[in-house]
């Protein structure tokens, strides 16, 4: 069970990190500011099962985030995922990297309302409100084009920081926290309490999300 051994990885923003549950201790490894490939993920998957004496043979779900983020990082997420699961047929369990942020916001703030913006470039935002633990209004738009909340929602996410004053305006939302970051530690704690509602990992294929369709067809050329 997860609750003895799982991981979570994440890659899709500017953080790659990487955590191993194992037995109820927690272990973790971070990499920023740096240009990430996955050669530098699996160093941190090894650094983690080094120090928490386990192999990789012995994990029971990895979970990952599918985006959406930078199309490198969502990528190479799926493409780590993908390896380390079919080398072991361990199944998987992905979320979003709105959701991760919004579940990781909700549990450190004590807020049952948050409204998640992710930088997305190009003069626009990732999107979505997190309230009593649901995840809604998912979408990729223009810091103008946000839903219109009120002041009861509390603003995180690297897209407030870029775009702070427009948001404010079109949400309504004065109380605005940039410490929150998505966390691979924080991935463990929201697949265990996906658990806990009765979803269990999968063996298919990890899928991406990644929003911005016409980015990504375009890179794929």
């Known amino acids: 069970m997860v609750e003895d051994r799982g991981q979570a990885i994440d890659t899709c923003t500017e953080i790659a990190s990487v955590t191993l549950l194992n037995s109820g201790e927690s272990y973790s490894r971070e990499l920023f ?7 530098h993920v699996l160093k941190l998957c090894d650094e983690v099962f080094k120090e928490s004496q386990t192999k990789l043979k012995d994990v029971d779900l990895i979970s990952y985030s599918r985006g959406p983020g930078s199309f490198t990082g969502v990528r190479m997420c799926i493409g780590v995922v993908q390896g380390l699961s079919l080398s072991m047929e361990i199944p998987t369990m992905g979320f979003t990297t709105l959701e991760l942020v919004g579940f990781g916001a909700s549990q450190l703030l004590k807020s049952k309302k948050i409204a998640v913006a992710l930088d997305a470039r190009m003069g626009e935002v990732y999107w979505a409100t997190y309230v009593n633990g649901s995840i809604d209004n998912v979408k990729i738009c223009r810091p103008e ?12 996410g690297s897209g407030w920081k870029v775009y702070s004053e427009k948001l404010k305006l079109v949400s309504k939302i004065n109380d605005i926290d940039l410490s929150i970051k998505p966390k691979s530690s924080v991935l463990i704690e929201l697949s265990l309490e996906a658990i806990k509602v009765g979803l269990e990992g999968a063996l298919e294929l990890p899928q991406p999300i990644y929003l911005r369709n016409n980015v990504a067809k375009k890179s794929l050329k």
């Open 145 to 156: 084009e946000v839903n219109d909340l009120d002041s009861s929602f509390v603003g995180v």
């Open 33 to 39: 500011g740096i240009e990430k490939t996955s050669g």
